[in-house]
């Protein structure tokens, strides 16, 4: 593109059309009160990174979680330990379990895998959660790429349309989260037992379930709407002490939010792991008492 350049216009000459300079109004970061800064960004730092390596995890564990749920039905019990991914069994097509929640709600019928029904919860609950959605927000759809990087879409509707007016419903997943985190400390406590059904046994897998609970506890208790339903709408934290102290002990945990999300989402995938190597007999779970 070339720009025309004008002689300056003389005295008593008729007045001319003065050539546009710069981008011509319009939307996004081109609309008219917005700086006039042609350049979409003055960082140089490498801020593709943070987004590009978000987007690596995410798409790995989505490759990976999809995997397992549709075809890893066979390899998701490996007693006493039972997947987080198949946890409860919800579907009468699960194999014999010897431990973990099984329910059989949806009787015969269902010939997916159960996971499909399992994970619906814990998946609501971190695709609406207000870290996930910076994340995945700035990795796939450049809304916008990072700080102090103009995104690249001409509007901004926000979360106030569909689909992302959906986004509203993340405090209802938190109290299907939590039910889900009850019943996978269920299956941890039940790691303690060997595979015949007798308590004091303690193997890694044990330690991997332990720490994947705590991890989720962890990440599901620092969450935004716990934080609010703790300590939300109360004029004096005074006349309630005991929701002021627990309100300070989510923020505690709330501070760390990015960081829990990721460590629970390791978790969950190194625990399922871990048990279909056992189920595949990959090797034997070592046991440590």
Same mark, same amino acid.
């Given at each position: 593109?070339? /720009?025309?350049?004008?002689?300056?216009?003389?005295?008593?000459?008729?007045?001319?059309?003065?050539?546009?300079?710069?981008?011509?109004? @319009?939307? @996004?970061?081109?609309?008219?009160?917005?700086?006039?800064?042609?350049?979409?960004?003055?960082? &140089?730092?490498? $801020?593709?990174?943070?987004?590009?390596?978000?987007?690596?995890?995410?798409? +790995?564990?989505?490759?990976?979680? &999809?995997?397992?749920?549709? %075809?890893?039905?066979?390899?998701?019990? *490996?007693?006493?330990? =039972?997947?987080? %991914? !198949?946890?409860?069994?919800?579907? *009468?097509?699960?194999?014999?379990m010897k431990s973990g929640a099984d329910w059989a709600l949806f009787g015969s $019928?269902?010939?997916?895998?159960?996971?499909?029904?399992?994970?619906?919860?814990?998946? @609501?609950?971190?695709? /609406?959660? !207000?870290?996930?959605?910076?994340?995945?927000?700035?990795?796939?759809?450049?809304?916008?790429? *990072?700080?102090?990087?103009?995104?690249?879409?001409?509007?901004?509707?926000?979360?106030?349309? %569909?689909?992302?007016?959906?986004?509203?419903?993340?405090?209802?997943?938190? !109290?299907?989260?939590?039910?889900?985190?009850?019943?996978?400390?269920?299956?941890?406590?039940?790691?303690?037992?060997?595979? +015949?059904?007798?308590?004091?046994?303690?193997?890694?897998?044990?330690?991997?379930?332990?720490?994947?609970?705590?991890?989720? $506890?962890?990440? &599901?208790?620092?969450?935004?709407?716990?934080?609010?339903?703790?300590?939300?709408?109360?004029?004096? %934290?005074?006349?309630?002490?005991?929701?002021?102290?627990?309100?300070?002990?989510?923020?505690?945990?709330?501070?760390?939010?990015?960081?829990?999300?990721?460590?629970?989402?390791?978790?969950?995938?190194?625990?399922?792991?871990? =048990? !279909?190597?056992?189920?595949?007999? +990959?090797?034997?779970?070592?046991?440590?008492?």
């Amino acid at each position: 593109m070339t /720009t025309e350049i004008r002689p300056p216009q003389q005295p008593g000459e008729p007045q001319s059309a003065a050539a546009p300079s710069g981008p011509a109004p @319009g939307r @996004g970061v081109h609309s008219p009160g917005r700086a006039a800064i042609a350049a979409r960004h003055l960082r &140089t730092d490498r $801020w593709w990174a943070s987004p590009a390596l978000t987007g690596f995890g995410l798409l +790995a564990f989505i490759g990976y979680s &999809t995997w397992r749920a549709f %075809f890893g039905l066979h390899t998701a019990y *490996a007693a006493p330990y =039972v997947s987080p %991914f !198949y946890s409860p069994c919800l579907a *009468a097509n699960c194999p014999a379990m010897k431990s973990g929640a099984d329910w059989a709600l949806f009787g015969s $019928w269902w010939q997916l895998s159960p996971a499909l029904i399992v994970l619906i919860f814990p998946l @609501g609950f971190r695709l /609406t959660c !207000y870290y996930y959605r910076k994340a995945y927000y700035r990795a796939f759809w450049s809304s916008p790429p *990072a700080c102090a990087v103009a995104e690249p879409h001409a509007s901004y509707s926000g979360e106030t349309r %569909f689909p992302l007016i959906l986004q509203n419903i993340h405090r209802y997943f938190f !109290y299907f989260a939590i039910v889900v985190a009850g019943i996978l400390t269920y299956d941890a406590v039940l790691a303690w037992r060997n595979p +015949a059904g007798q308590w004091g046994h303690a193997g890694v897998g044990t330690l991997v379930l332990l720490a994947n609970i705590v991890l989720i $506890w962890a990440y &599901t208790l620092s969450c935004h709407s716990c934080r609010h339903i703790v300590g939300g709408r109360l004029r004096h %934290f005074s006349k309630h002490p005991v929701r002021y102290r627990m309100w300070n002990l989510v923020g505690k945990l709330n501070a760390r939010h990015m960081q829990l999300a990721w460590a629970s989402l390791i978790s969950v995938g190194v625990a399922d792991l871990y =048990v !279909y190597l056992l189920a595949s007999g +990959a090797f034997t779970d070592p046991r440590i008492f």
